[in-house]
């Protein structure tokens, strides 16, 4: 059953490169909102990524409509609700979609802290004596702070799983979203993402972050990651962490009107640079 739908997702591939080769038009563009319903994401100090992930997304796609009007958006969530990541990808598939921008909200894990909290006696050799006794402290605030892109690729499982809340605060429910590195199916996959899509959302995901960029905010790159979302994809697509939720002031930012905006107008105008560069 596996191979069988390998060689599906291979077949759609290569049509799907051929469309775009003949007609080389942006005409559809999802956009994926992370996250929803039961599945949080990652969690600030006073708000969830689901939330600012869809209300940054309805924003991009409010921009697109007003301004991109021979375009078509289409959103894999618009209210609180949790869609499976195979039916995100599968969303973008059946329309025959051209862009899929997956938007999300970053995070690293708390640090712990030893801390002597008085002391404690015990019995040894038959005697009561007194040993230190400890707690320790958990901190969820980060310094970290800035936006990344993610595309596709056969690496850096480890480090997300390691480095990003949203995976490493509940990987039972999260870790689902990562691809298994020792599966000789997920590098065929890649493989044929890479040669059809890899360049193309290289070159989204850098654009995005030049606008950020400009924004004056702390450009941590274009990166690849093995991720389900992307892994489904027909077309080039990208994962946009747009910052840190347990940075206090990023959080701030990223719940405010002003935050959200200049955010949403950081991804729609790296995606109008995009299609501007690939329809000449």
């Known amino acids: 059953m596996r191979i069988k739908s390998l060689i599906v997702l291979i077949t759609i591939f290569f049509i799907h490169v051929t469309a775009l080769a003949e007609g080389g038009r942006v005409g559809k563009i999802v956009l994926d909102a992370g996250h929803g319903g039961d599945k949080p994401g990652a969690i600030g100090h006073f708000s969830q990524e689901k939330d600012i992930a869809l209300a940054v997304t309805l924003q991009v796609g409010e921009l697109m409509k007003k301004n991109m009007k021979d375009r078509q958006v289409i959103y894999t969530r618009t209210t609180d609700i949790d869609v499976p990541l195979a ?36 019995k040894r050799k038959g005697k009561s004596v007194k040993v230190p006794n400890y707690i ?11 936006t990344e892109t993610y595309v596709l690729g056969l690496s850096r499982n480890n480090q997300k799983v390691e480095s990003i809340g949203e995976y490493s605060d509940n990987l039972t429910g999260e870790k689902e979203g990562l691809m298994d590195e020792s599966d000789p199916m997920t590098a065929i996959i890649i493989a044929q993402y890479s040669q059809a899509f890899l360049a193309s959302s290289v070159d989204l995901g850098a654009r995005i972050q030049g606008q950020f960029a400009k924004q004056g905010r702390l450009d941590r790159g274009v990166k690849q990651i093995s991720v389900e979302v992307l892994a489904g994809c027909v077309m080039p697509g990208v994962l946009i962490e747009i910052g840190f939720i347990n940075n206090v002031e990023e959080e701030k930012y990223m719940n405010s009107p002003q935050g959200q905006t200049e955010i949403a107008h950081a991804i729609y105008n790296g995606i109008l640079e995009y299609i501007k560069a690939v329809e000449g």
């Open 136 to 146: 320790y402290k958990y901190d969820k605030t980060t310094e970290a702070n800035g």
């Open 87 to 122: 039916e995100r990808h599968e969303i973008a598939n059946r329309a025959k979609a051209d862009l899929f921008v997956s938007i999300h909200v970053n995070s690293t894990p708390g640090t712990r802290t030893k801390i002597r909290s008085g002391s404690r006696t015990v």
